[in-house]
């Protein structure tokens, strides 16, 4: 059983940068994509970024791309998500996610492990 936990949230002003951080630990985290989603209030969540299982291939919501860049350390059983230009409509409950399968994907339910989340709030 892998466990999640989010860290690098926090309140920035409009156009600064954050860094999330997502530790785990258990056997399985090497092998499989990993994700992050958002919640922002009365929405539902939605998608952020994903990766494969060795970095080489990653996916972004039309929303975040060439603002935000994903990445993980296999050695270190961390991935991060780097936000640049972060704008108000940004700000959610940030979470980490590991995929159920071995394909990436956007949907949040072929993702069986989660974090609790770390908290971003944007303000203009």
């Known amino acids: 059983q892998v466990q999640l936990v989010e860290s690098g949230g926090g309140l920035v002003q409009a156009g600064g940068s954050l860094r999330l951080s997502c530790a785990a630990s258990?056997?399985?985290?090497?092998?499989?994509?990993m994700g992050w989603f958002r919640q922002a209030p009365g929405k539902e969540r939605e998608f952020v970024a994903g990766?494969?299982?060795?970095?080489?291939?990653?996916l972004y919501a039309d929303s975040v791309k060439c603002r935000f860049t994903i990445s993980r350390d296999n050695a270190k059983l961390t991935v991060y998500l780097q936000m640049n230009s972060l704008k108000p409509e940004d700000t959610a409950l940030y979470y980490c996610?590991?995929?159920?399968?071995?394909?990436?994907?956007?949907?949040?339910?072929?993702?069986?492990?989660w974090g609790q989340g770390t908290q971003v709030t944007v303000s203009s």
């Open positions: 996610a590991e995929s159920s399968q071995f394909v990436m994907s956007t949907n949040a339910a072929d993702f069986g492990t």
């Open positions: 258990g056997r399985t985290f090497k092998f499989q994509p």
């Open positions: 990766i494969s299982w060795s970095g080489g291939s990653t």
